[in-house]
């Protein structure tokens, strides 16, 4: 076998290797130590996590936000909606409603006023009887018979 000719029997030039045609199978391949590749892999995992962890916080910043746009409104309208009840139940209006339905409407007599002392055994059922009274048994600071 001489270089530079092709054998017969295998087709090949006589000074190549078996295999150094296929320069795929010959490339050179970097290699890093271990402790290397650790590293990288974890800057690689605590890049992401870092992005994760910042996405994740805009998020929850803009849903505070809007939470907390949503409860201004929110008290803005309880107090527009105190303001129409302070104004629907005052004396004024209150007045106004029993002249439009024609209700009479007075102070109630003594007799009809009923003061609950101990409002707990009042509920119970194990109250005396003078502990629910009518107190109009002192009209003016003088005793009624």
């Not at 800057?43 to 998020?59: D, H, I």
């Not at 302070?86 to 002249?99: I, K």
């Amino acid at each position: 076998m001489t270089t530079g000719r092709t054998t017969r029997k295998t087709g090949r030039t006589a000074g190549r290797k078996p295999g150094s045609r296929n320069k795929v199978l010959h490339t050179r391949r970097v290699r890093l130590p271990m402790g290397w590749m650790v590293l990288l892999t974890m800057l690689v995992v605590s890049v992401f996590a870092y992005l994760f962890l910042c996405t994740t916080t805009e998020r929850l910043a803009n849903q505070i936000k809007s939470e907390e746009q949503e409860i201004e409104q929110l008290r803005r309208r309880v107090a527009s909606e105190e303001v129409r009840w302070s104004e629907m139940v005052g004396p004024r209006r209150l007045e106004e409603a029993l002249r439009k339905h024609r209700l009479v409407m007075n102070y109630p007599a003594n007799h009809q006023i009923v003061h609950v002392r101990d409002m707990a055994m009042w509920e119970s059922g194990q109250g005396s009887a003078d502990m629910i009274g009518q107190l109009d048994r002192f009209e003016g600071g003088r005793a009624r018979p």
